[in-house]
């Protein structure tokens, strides 16, 4: 009995301040309601000057948003208290969860018009499709009625993918296009010198001159995890590059087609020469996980990896040693890879006023202002976006390295016409039906199948390209 | 372990020093097995020991290689953690597992109590019906689910999440049940009854004292169950009860390094759970070595 008493007591003197504890913290967290701590207005900022924003009482209401947890939502997460202080009577609800979780969330959502959701972040492969069925609220309007929130500084490449029947269904939050990274020391100590813009053949002779397995160096990162979002979109854009597409006009697949063939043969056999092992685990974290501990010689992806790498908390050895360089050519000079998380608004929302409200103020310069100031940094600062960030001076004294092939190749990059001959649909690194979530990852399922051995690459391409073929024909494309 | 050599009668030499050859190879398998025992069962905690340990470092300490188990601890992750809004998520799966776990007791009950005192007529088709609910994956059934969720004004609610767990662990807790009861001795159930109890009394004074640790057993699953549950949560529930294996996963990122903040949050997520565990311990050990989980 005695002995009972006493490990009850000792779990209660563990749990009590624990709970309490998480009580407490439970209490700072709901501050973020509406009425609550008012934070400091965000001071001296560096960026050309947007008007301070004024609180705004007379719009109400309460918005429940899906946001993918990416650092740059999660920074504005806890930015909700300045949301709160110019809207004080706006609740705000957030659920945040990794991509692949909150793309089936939304999805059923929006696609079932359950109404869980008034505001939500998708991609540009959504958008147009999803405003097609009447399912995003036109949100470009009063956004470019308002003159602070300088709608004309939005990349308009970036706008272009958003945009359905002369309509604006999205506002940009964060972009990116793609890039070539490297490591300097690596290329300097082989006595090579990287172009600022490679073509792949020369990204494979560097990969041949620096792969150095024994001393765990791989000469070429990639993706090659199997899904649309991952190693398709890699694919995709090397197809694009290569002069290939996945379709021709009447929707006949073309990955047999020469160019086609010719890059995902590239892909597959690049990464089995001079690709790290285990490599169709990889998705972009995994890649960047190797490139921060040394491994990766080259890789090419996402421009907005170029934020964490040279970042001495992210990578602390390796920060300064990274050279970049723009997205490797071939028959095109570029992939065309253009990426951005949009705020959406779904039509069936019920506090329309108060979703606008809060998609304009994460999407303002007056938010990039307030995270840089809150954060002391960069880091977490949505970029890619508005072309306003890359003049401010002190994103361009972290930036500098990078900030240029940035900006160019957003510009450069035209989804709207990505391949070197005309082709059905649009989007850089996918293919803008709504088929292609499924026909991305079964395809990238046999390229990876190739790349770990169990299928050769002819025996790949022509899986994937009668995947491809039966899609169209499913879908009624294919005459 | 030892007692076996002791305890018998020795009569003749020979015999003697074959029990006793018996008995130390007893020993050494015996000890054989503690040591293959503590092999696997450190191999199967090691997981979490190193969760755990994870949870304590810096990102890029997390990724490094080879894996360091001796570095500088830092409460960064607990602090980033936690400075979200860790009490919601917790508060709803608290709610969720207790009140789904005291509606599957108090519907398991009585029915695994029919089916092994008082079974009726086909018990066997029935027994097999409740089972045959888990037949099918949860992936096979979430479109319909969603509808009727939607339909029924249940998305997102604290009710769509009860009514869920407890259906999901309504069978399991009856099998449990059923097994536990079914161990009772008959002429223990003939003597109440001639004593005059019913069934009331019969349950709450004898039944459910003799059957306590297999009850404590079966909540405890249900309740395990319930707050683990991921895939429901995240489909039916994550805009508005959201779960702490909702909060857990919300660390993941496609963009950055988190396997050190992921492994403070289900540090967070599990340490509710491992501390039940440790409180019912001694039931649980009873309850799980009795009936049918054996």
């Known amino acids: 009995m005695s002995r009972r008493s006493f490990t009850i007591t000792a779990v209660l003197m563990v749990l009590v301040p624990l709970l309490t504890a998480i009580a407490g913290r439970g209490a700072l967290a709901q501050d973020a309601t509406p009425g609550a701590s008012p934070m400091a207005s965000p001071g001296a900022s560096p960026m050309a000057s947007p008007a301070a924003l004024e609180p705004d009482p007379s719009i109400s209401g309460t918005i429940d948003v899906g946001m993918v947890g990416n650092p740059q939502m999660v920074a504005l997460q806890g930015l909700l208290p300045e949301f709160n202080r110019l809207y004080p009577n706006v609740t705000v609800n957030m659920t945040v969860l990794p991509e692949n979780e909150i793309r089936q969330t939304i999805t059923q959502d929006i696609t079932n018009q359950s109404g869980q959701f008034d505001v939500v972040t998708i991609g540009p492969f959504e958008v147009p499709l999803w405003a097609e069925q009447g399912w995003l609220e036109e949100v470009g309007e009063e956004a470019a009625a308002d003159p602070n929130y300088a709608f004309d500084d939005i990349f308009p490449s970036m706008l272009a993918g958003l945009t359905y029947e002369e309509g604006v269904y999205a506002l940009p939050f964060y972009g990116e296009s793609g890039m070539t990274f490297y490591r300097k020391d690596l290329f300097e100590a082989a006595g090579l010198e990287m172009p600022e813009r490679p073509t792949w053949d020369q990204i494979a002779e560097f990969g041949a001159a620096l792969h150095d397995p024994d001393n765990g160096v791989y000469g070429v990162c990639l993706r090659g995890l199997p899904g649309w979002g991952e190693q398709a979109a890699i694919v995709t854009t090397m197809i694009n590059a290569f002069g290939g597409r996945w379709y021709d006009e009447d929707f006949n697949a073309q990955l047999e087609d020469e160019d086609s063939a010719a890059a995902i043969r590239f892909y597959v056999d690049t990464l089995r020469q001079y690709g790290p092992p285990g490599v169709e685990q990889n998705g972009f974290t995994e890649t960047e996980t190797l490139f921060v501990q040394g491994r990766c010689a080259q890789w090419y992806d996402a421009t907005s990896a170029a934020e964490l790498i040279t970042s001495p908390q992210e990578n602390p050895e390796y920060a300064d040693q990274v050279g970049f360089a723009f997205s490797p050519s071939k028959k095109l000079p570029t992939g065309n890879w253009l990426w951005s998380w949009n705020f959406a608004m779904a039509s069936n929302s019920d506090a329309k006023d108060a979703g606008t409200a809060f998609m304009k103020w994460a999407t303002s310069r007056n938010y990039i202002q307030t995270v840089v100031a809150e954060e002391g940094g960069w880091g977490r600062a949505p970029t890619g976006s508005r072309a306003s960030v890359y003049q401010d001076p002190s994103y361009l004294a972290i930036a500098s390295g990078f900030a240029d092939i940035v900006i160019d190749s957003i510009n450069e990059a035209n989804p709207n016409e990505p391949t070197e001959e005309p082709v059905p649909y649009t989007g850089g690194q996918f293919v803008r039906i709504p088929e292609f979530t499924s026909l991305g990852n079964d395809a990238s399922q046999e390229w990876a199948a190739a790349l770990v051995g169990d299928q050769s690459v002819d025996d790949a391409i022509s899986a994937a390209n009668e995947l491809a073929n039966q899609v169209a024909i499913d879908a009624g494309y294919q005459e | 372990m030892a007692v076996a050599t ?75 953690v936690l400075s979200g809004d860790f009490l919601p998520f917790f508060r709803n799966s608290a709610i969720a597992s207790l009140v789904s776990t005291a509606l599957v007791m108090l519907l398991a009950v009585p029915a695994a109590y029919a089916l092994a005192l008082r079974p009726p007529k086909k018990w066997k ?40 767990y407890t259906a999901m662990n309504l069978p399991i807790a009856i099998w449990m049940l059923r097994s536990f009861f079914e161990e009772v001795p008959k002429d223990v159930l003939d003597a109440a009854e001639v004593d005059g109890a019913n069934v009331m009394r019969l349950m709450t004074e004898i039944l459910l004292p003799m059957i306590a640790p297999g009850i404590a057993a079966t909540i405890f699953i ?49 340490l509710p759970i491992v501390l039940l565990g440790w409180v019912a311990q001694r039931q649980l050990v009873r309850g799980l070595s009795m009936g049918a989980v054996k």
């Open chain 2, 6 to 80: 002791t305890a018998r009668p020795v009569v003749r030499q020979p015999a003697r020093f074959a029990i006793r050859r018996r008995g130390a190879n007893k020993e050494q398998a015996s000890a054989l097995w503690t040591v293959v025992a503590w092999g696997v069962g450190l191999l199967a905690f090691f997981p979490v020991l190193y969760m755990f340990l994870t949870a304590f470092k810096t990102e890029t300490a997390a990724v490094s290689l080879p894996p360091r188990l001796i570095f500088q601890p830092t409460l960064e992750q607990f602090r980033t």
């Open chain 2, 125 to 164: 088709d029935i027994l097999f019906f409740f089972i045959s609910t888990r037949f099918m994956p949860a992936a096979g059934v979430i479109v319909p689910l969603y509808i009727i969720f939607r339909e029924a004004g249940l998305l997102g609610t604290m009710r769509g999440l009860i009514i869920l």
């Open chain 2, 222 to 270: 249900s309740i395990i169950f319930a707050w683990n549950e991921f895939f429901f949560a995240v489909s039916l529930a994550a805009a508005g009860t959201a779960t702490v294996p909702i909060f857990m996963v919300k660390f993941v990122t496609s963009e950055g390094l988190f396997w050190a903040k992921l492994a403070a949050s289900s540090t967070l997520a599990v």
